[in-house]
């Protein structure tokens, strides 16, 4: 039963690409451990991750799948097993694996009084290790039990410059998250493009990112943000400029508390034959107010000449969250990385 659970998580996760490379090295006068095995000991990990209780009571037989699914990788991680509730909410870091500058962590989270944690949960980068230096991290769910309502993350978090990971414990934590998102793909939006005319611009203020010509140290312009379109479909994201602006179609949206809920979407064109169109560059920028608080913008550019824009649509793909969780989830476990 065990090991069913184990191998049905094979195509799921895949480990670091550090823990790959040792791992494939193998031991001494052993042949190479083919990728799938890499493939299916992190699925080991992840399936025991998927009941917290279970792995507690077996513990001896997760050690023994691990090692006759994946020998050379079993040796790096170490079951942690610490815990800690917060609004209801239980957070467990289950296994660890220390190495240099990097930590690679199985954390889980269970809901136990509602249905705050689903499919969709994101951490929303909101998790860290204390530690004295800057790092860079990433985060993917690799598992979601319905019946526990447990979620289960890989988080792989790497310190800036090469500084390794010392001491005697490290301290994992998580102060909030993000669930019940809703997901469209390939939308149509309801406007008519063969209407656009040139619209009010000026140079950017506040800009936070950009990408194409706005990334390349010019000051872009931008639209002058208007009222929301009230026919745009999706909640939480708005339309509030569409528009050329020295020959290039502009389409301008905005997203109000990006911080507290990480709405966004990308916009592109498809030509009559249904060809897609992608924008030759964006700009992000926000604005603040007393009466809106923060509204992010983010403005999509076309190379669409504005005589030929009647025979394009405008699409879109976007992401929206329903549910923000906060809460202060902390685990402090010992640094030494003991083999299972």
């Known amino acids: 039963m065990l090991k069913e659970r184990y191998r049905h998580m094979m195509n799921q996760c895949v480990p670091g690409e550090t823990l790959i490379q040792q791992a494939a090295a193998g031991r001494r006068g052993k042949r190479r451990l083919p990728r799938w095995g890499l493939t299916a000991a992190a699925a080991v990990l992840a399936c025991a991750l998927l009941a917290p209780p279970v792995l507690a009571a077996t513990v001896p037989a997760f050690r023994q799948a691990l090692y006759e699914v994946a020998p ?21 870091v289950v296994a660890s694996y220390i190495h240099g500058d990097t930590a690679e962590l199985y954390v889980s989270m269970q809901d136990l009084t509602g249905d705050r944690i689903d499919e969709t949960t994101d ?23 319905e019946e526990s309502r447990t979620a289960t993350f890989l988080i792989t978090i790497t310190q800036w410059d090469g500084h390794p990971i010392e ?3 490290i301290t994992f934590q998580v102060r909030e998250f993000l669930s019940h998102k809703e997901t469209y793909e390939d939308l149509v939006l309801p406007l008519s493009l063969q209407d656009v005319e040139e619209a009010p611009s000026g140079p950017v203020v ?61 916009l592109y064109l498809k030509d009559a034959a249904g060809e897609e169109v992608s924008c030759s560059a964006t700009v992000s920028f926000c604005n603040h107010s007393e009466a809106e608080g923060r509204v992010d913008y983010q403005e999509f550019i076309f190379d669409v000449p504005q005589e030929c824009i009647g025979d394009y649509t405008l699409y879109g793909g976007f992401t929206t969250s329903g549910l923000l969780t ?15």
């Not at 906060?326 to 299972?340: D, H, Y």
Request: glycine share 10%.
């Open 72 to 92: 050379a990788t079993a040796q790096y991680f170490t079951p942690v097993q610490q815990s800690c509730e917060d609004n209801g909410i239980r957070m467990e």
């Open 123 to 145: 951490l929303f980068d909101s998790y860290d290790i204390l530690r004295p230096y800057d790092s860079a991290a990433s985060c993917r769910m690799v598992s979601y039990e």
């Open 167 to 169: 001491g005697s414990k």
């Open 326 to 340: 906060k809460g202060n989830w902390s685990v402090t476990f010992p640094l030494t990385n003991m083999a299972i």
């Open 206 to 266: 506040n800009q936070t990112g950009g990408s194409g010509t706005a990334a390349m140290g010019e000051t872009p312009k931008v639209l002058t943000p208007g009222t929301p379109r009230e026919e745009f479909p999706v909640k939480g994201i708005c339309l509030t400029g569409i528009g050329y602006v020295d020959g290039q179609l502009h389409v301008q949206l905005a997203v109000a508390d990006a911080l507290e809920n990480d709405n966004h979407g990308w």
